[in-house]
């Protein structure tokens, strides 16, 4: 390994428009930008994100496979890999975490020089599907490490798959910060603008939020507009309950969108009614625009939200109960600009797309030479993969504040506090 220039291989399960692809890009981008040589492979088609990535002078390879049982992906991947061997596999989203793995064991024993000498696995959202869990757990000794989006995530994805919480690091999320932004006071019309941001899809709960806002007070309903940015297979459905609802004249479907910063502008509370959560992007980016946000107390929502602080905070699947917080909202315009005032602040101290790449260019690293030591004092015959436990854990602010004390992720406690 050349430390000035380590290469590492980012993997994902495919490039299309999403929180965790749009993180997975900035961070190979940014990776690029700090002397790591950087390749790119989506298991699926190369996607819209591709061309952004290969502007930035990194090769993108589509491996055209197809879900989680294509398991043509196992030897195309090897196979990617042992065209272009590199020091680290970092791999994002379920599909690629397992068959990264198993990628890397065929390595291991057909052609060791080709084997990646750490393998990385991003932690995007901690499912609770016995689908995704089962395989994590069968497969968590093929992997040296695990970085987390969030402690919450970090937490209960170590607590589902029974992973020790040293073999775990939190590194959340950045944001692109606008200096000098004033939070969001909405558009000059009178009608309150309610906006969702997401794929619609069950995970997202989109239904719920359909049903909260025909819960609504009927005269404070039509002085509304609930505005849905995203596209998914919930789409019709949406469209016929709201019909059923009698609300269809107050519901707008955008489709996707290239500029939801903007939509944010024009919007009064973002509403975010997630069945869980990694660390959502669209929350990061309302606080940093000023936003107000109402959402779900799920995994990487509460380690964003401080509810009657920055935000609130409503329990998932009641939509009762987040019609009741969203009637408070509509209300109460000084509360919701202090609310924003203060998540602006927060976002604004902790975030920043260039804080995250710093974080994962030094864990990598450090990760990356504590794996040389170990293999140096191993017989090269040895079927061991790396001892995690001669690497420390990292959260949110130990990089930043550049400390490198044992942690454990168990005793966290909220991580921006």
């Not at 298991?43 to 294509?70: F, S, Y």
């Not at 707008?252 to 919007?267: E, F, K, Q, T």
């Not at 009064?268 to 779900?296: F, H, I, K, Q, R």
Request: hydrophobic residues 40%; glycine residues 6%; contains cysteine.
């Amino acid at each position: 390994m050349d430390e000035a220039s380590p290469s590492i291989t980012c993997c994902i399960t495919e490039l299309d428009v999403g929180g965790a692809e749009n993180a997975f890009a900035r961070i190979a981008v940014g990776l690029h930008r700090r002397g790591w040589t950087v390749r790119v492979i989506s298991l699926r088609d190369a996607g819209p994100l591709a061309k952004g990535i290969m502007d930035a002078g990194i090769p993108v390879t589509a491996l055209n496979c197809g879900g989680m049982a294509d398991l043509r992906a196992v030897r195309r991947l090897a196979n990617a890999l042992r065209s272009a061997p590199s020091d680290v596999l970092l791999c994002f989203l379920n599909q690629a975490n397992i068959y990264g793995r198993l990628a890397r064991c065929v390595l291991h024993f057909t052609d060791r020089a080709a084997e990646p000498r750490l393998l990385v696995s991003g932690v995007r959202v901690a499912d609770r599907r016995a689908s995704v869990v089962w395989p994590d757990r069968l497969t968590s000794r093929l992997c040296d490490h695990y970085i987390a989006v969030s402690p919450s995530v970090a937490r209960l994805h170590a607590e589902l798959c029974s992973i020790s919480a040293d073999r775990v690091s939190t590194i959340c999320n950045g944001v692109d910060l606008l200096p000098d932004h004033d939070v969001v006071t909405g558009h000059s019309s009178e009608t309150f603008e309610l906006l969702y941001v997401g794929r619609l899809v069950p995970q997202k709960a989109p239904l719920d939020l359909l049903q909260a806002f025909s819960q609504l007070p009927a005269l404070l309903r039509e002085r509304c507009r609930l505005s849905f940015v995203g596209d998914g297979p919930l789409r019709e459905s949406i469209q016929k309950t709201a019909a059923q609802y009698g609300i269809s004249h107050l519901v707008h479907l955008h489709g996707r969108s290239d500029d939801v910063r903007l939509l944010m502008r024009r919007a009064d509370l973002l509403v975010l009614p997630s069945l869980w959560e990694g660390l959502p992007n669209v929350v990061l980016e309302s606080m940093a625009e000023g936003l107000p946000v109402l959402a779900t107390e799920v995994d990487g929502v509460r380690d964003l939200i401080v509810s009657g602080e920055t935000g609130w905070l409503v329990r998932a699947g009641d939509p009762a109960s987040l019609s009741r917080a969203m009637e408070v909202a509509i209300s109460d315009p000084d509360l919701r600009r202090t609310f924003a005032k203060n998540a602006q602040h927060v976002v604004t101290q902790k975030f920043s797309w260039n804080l995250c790449v710093e974080r994962y260019d030094r864990l990598l690293r450090d990760l990356l030479n504590s794996s040389r030591q170990i293999l140096e004092s191993k017989d090269e015959s040895e079927f061991c993969w790396i001892r995690q436990d001669r690497c420390q854990p990292t959260t949110c602010d130990d990089w930043g504040a550049g400390r490198n004390d044992r942690m454990s992720l168990i005793d966290l406690t909220h991580p921006f506090g």
